[in-house]
T-cell receptor, first 116, second 114 residues
Framework: NAGVTQTPKFQVLKTGQSMTLQCAQD?????MSWYRQDPGMGLRLIHY???????DQGEVPNGYNVSRSTTEDFPLRLLSAAPSQTSVYFC???????????????FGEGSRLTVL | QQQVKQSPQSLIVQKGGISIINCAYE??????FPWYQQFPGKGPALLIA?????SEKKEGRFTISFNKSAKQFSLHIMDSQPGDSATYFC?????????????FGSGTRLSIRP
């Protein structure tokens, strides 16, 4: 039972560098999303996707790009890293995206990013 | 109006005691209130959820109490154990909306002292 797999678990970047956080799920979930977790801020939605080829912005999308070419994968790209992007990033997936139809969010174990 | 306010930010409880975490919301359209539990180094996982047609839901030692008129809900952990030490997030959403609309509280770090 792999569930939602994120790589890498840890990454240190210098300001201005770019990188991609990988997320894959093996539950055939249509809905996938990226959150960032900062102390005292809870979980804030960055981008989400309701299916292959469909993405949309969340609460804090600036500085991040996403794409969804397959049902399984939903990578998050940092275009030009800034210290304000130091955070723990979580990928989450859901069967349908609505609670009545079983929209519980399943989270990966997180990727801790430090930008110097 | 979209915020979910969670308190306290951190909580220390003796083993065997009752842990209580409170949340308040403004948007009266919210009708689904899940709680997520996050252990250190792990992602959050759904613990228990309630809909406002009931005032209380209990699963084992975990109970959600819901006060619709006050727009508040809380998580009670009875007979708290060291294994309950984790960060807890309350959340709110509407049943038929996308999971992208869920609003999370700021989290409570719970430590159970042996």
């Amino acid at each position: 039972n792999a569930g939602v797999t994120q790589t890498p678990k840890f990454q240190v970047l210098k300001t201005g560098q770019s990188m991609t956080l990988q997320c894959a799920q093996d539950m055939n979930h249509e809905y996938m999303s990226w959150y960032r977790q900062d102390p005292g801020m809870g979980l804030r939605l960055i981008h989400y996707s309701v299916g292959a080829g469909i993405t949309d912005q969340g609460e804090v999308p600036n500085g991040y790009n996403v794409s969804r070419s397959t049902t399984e994968d939903f990578p998050l790209r940092l275009l030009s890293a800034a210290p304000s992007q130091t955070s723990v990033y979580f990928c989450a997936s859901s069967y349908s995206g609505t609670w009545e139809l079983g929209g519980e969010l399943f989270f990966g174990e997180g990727s801790r990013l430090t930008v110097l | 109006q979209q915020q979910v306010k969670q308190s306290p930010q951190s909580l220390i409880v003796q083993k065997g005691g009752i842990s209580i975490i409170n949340c308040a919301y403004e948007n009266t359209a919210f009708d689904y209130f899940p709680w997520y539990q996050q252990f250190p180094g792990k992602g959050p996982a759904l613990l228990i959820a309630i809909r406002p047609d009931v005032s209380e839901k209990k699963e084992g030692r975990f109970t959600i109490s819901f006060n619709k008129s006050a727009k508040q809900f809380s998580l009670h952990i009875m007979d708290s154990q060291p294994g309950d030490s984790a960060t807890y997030f309350c959340a709110a959403s509407t049943r038929y909306s996308s999971a992208s609309k869920i609003i999370f509280g700021s989290g409570t770090r719970l430590s159970i002292r042996p």
